[in-house]
């Protein structure tokens, strides 16, 4: 039996994104091996969603600090024979610790910003990334998985969903947090241009803003559902930030804008421009006439001419378990 210990947060801060696609790719690597044993190491941060994680059926292991000493200890415990880390506050200097602790663990890391790692296996799920990226970034015998194929979709992204979008609706879906509160501002910048738009808004319980939206009696809120595909289908267009729902919409095939809400969004964003395709607007820089434009483009252009998506349910689990041999 393989021993996985998996190492993220999740917070009001941090968002819930590093969590939720991480329990995906629990969930993918059970799915081909359900021997494994799969725990989860993470801070009990303001905002988290580690609950979920225990409703999923993972045990947690709650770190007291982000130290490479107390990962450590934990690690000599476990008996470890894979670590796998998704935080940005957690670099090639950690990882070396860790290395140099243990000899035998292998770790994965997450990386989408495209950070130097001393890892064993480097997992970039972005569309945009590209493996010669990161040869001198991290050891000759770093195995990369980088791409569409490697994209963490949950099942439901991969399923038809037929039927037909109803006219003028409009999806807002800015992460579960949604900082700066941009569903809000999206919302009435719309409406502006158009009040026959039928708005819903898509989030979750932790929203610091959820209250705010409440009031806004003209949308459709949508708290923690669990069927965003067929929500999103149902859409003419869907207004996105520019991380991990935009993978998903764009399994989807369907006509987005896409929101920069944090700097690590870049890459994707650097990339959609060297495709042409000009779907993203800034979130400091919103306004009707910005957004108004972006409208005009996104209902009179194909965006999927130019994309060539690979999407795969299980060919990164099985990548991964075929290292650990």
Avoid: W
Avoid at 83 to 98: A, P, R, T, V
Avoid at 101 to 117: A, G, M, R, V, Y
Avoid at 246 to 253: G, Q, S, W
Avoid at 258 to 263: C, F, K, T
């Amino acid at each position: 039996m393989k021993n996985i210990l998996i190492r993220c947060d999740s917070s009001s801060q941090l968002g819930l994104g590093h969590v939720k696609r991480c329990l995906l790719l629990a969930f993918r690597l059970k799915q081909q091996d359900n021997s494994l044993n799969i725990s989860f190491a993470t801070q009990n941060l303001l905002g988290n969603i580690n609950l979920e994680i225990l409703k999923a059926g993972f045990h947690i292991y709650t770190l007291k600090t982000n130290h490479a000493e107390e990962l450590s200890s934990l690690i000599s415990v476990l008996h470890l024979h894979l670590l796998i880390i998704d935080s940005y506050e957690i670099d090639l200097f950690f990882e070396q610790i860790l290395k140099e602790n243990h000899k035998e663990l292998k770790i994965l890391s997450f990386d989408d910003t495209l950070q130097p790692h001393h890892c064993d296996m480097l997992l970039n799920h972005g569309i945009q990334a590209k493996k010669k990226a990161y040869r001198a970034l991290v050891p000759k015998s770093c195995k990369l998985f980088c791409g569409s194929q490697y994209t963490l979709l949950r099942d439901e992204f991969f399923k038809a969903n037929p039927q037909k979008p109803i006219k003028n609706s409009i999806a807002i879906i800015l992460g579960g947090n949604d900082v700066l509160n941009g569903s809000s501002t999206i919302t009435k910048l719309l409406l502006n241009i158009n009040p026959n738009y039928k708005i819903s808004v898509i989030t979750s319980g932790v929203n610091p803003h959820l209250e705010e939206l409440k009031q806004l009696s003209v949308i459709e809120l949508l708290v923690d559902i669990d069927n965003i595909a067929e929500t999103l289908s149902s859409h003419e267009l869907i207004i996105c930030a520019s991380g991990g729902t935009l993978f998903e919409v764009m399994a989807l095939h369907k006509k987005f804008i896409n929101i920069q809400v944090a700097s690590n969004q870049q890459n994707v964003i650097d990339f959609l421009n060297q495709q042409q395709i000009l779907t993203t607007l800034h979130a400091n820089t919103l306004c009707i006439t910005s957004l108004k434009e972006k409208l005009e483009y996104i209902f009179t252009t194909d965006i999927y001419q130019n994309l060539s998506l690979k999407f795969s349910q299980t060919k990164l689990a099985k990548k991964i378990l075929k290292a650990l041999k």
